[in-house]
């Protein structure tokens, strides 16, 4: 079983940038395909984006492609999300998951139901 705890969260000006991480406990992080997801106010949860088990393939959401990067490092169990030229919608609450059946990057990584285990989030909030 993974645990994800989020953090980095924050505060930024528009254009400004942070970098999310994701500290997933457990020994079988390694073999875990992640996702980032956000959920703004009034809104359901959205796909942000994916990585495979090995950091080598990832998957984003059109909205983030460009200026968001996720990537991995298994010998600290954790994923980070890169955020750059951060806009007014990308306020909302951050969250992690692990998928602990599919390790790679297939057509049901966007979907909040592939996903097994779920943190608790980190907010972030860009101001205009």
């Known amino acids: 079983q993974v645990q994800p705890v989020e953090s980095g969260g924050g505060l930024v000006q528009s254009g400004g940038s942070l970098r999310l991480s994701c500290a997933a406990s457990g020994r079988t992080f390694s073999g875990y395909a992640m996702g980032w997801f956000r959920q703004a106010p009034g809104k359901e949860r959205e796909f942000v984006a994916a990585?495979?088990?090995?950091?080598?393939?990832?998957y984003y959401a059109d909205s983030v492609k460009g200026r968001f990067t996720i990537s991995r490092d298994n010998t600290k169990s954790t994923v980070y999300l890169q955020m750059n030229s951060l806009k007014p919608e990308d306020t909302a609450v951050y969250y992690c998951a692990a998928d602990k059946d599919r390790p790679f990057i297939n057509g049901e990584n966007y979907l909040d139901a592939t996903y097994d285990y779920w943190g608790q989030g980190t907010q972030v909030t860009v101001s205009s």
């Open positions: 990585i495979d088990w090995s950091g080598d393939s990832t």
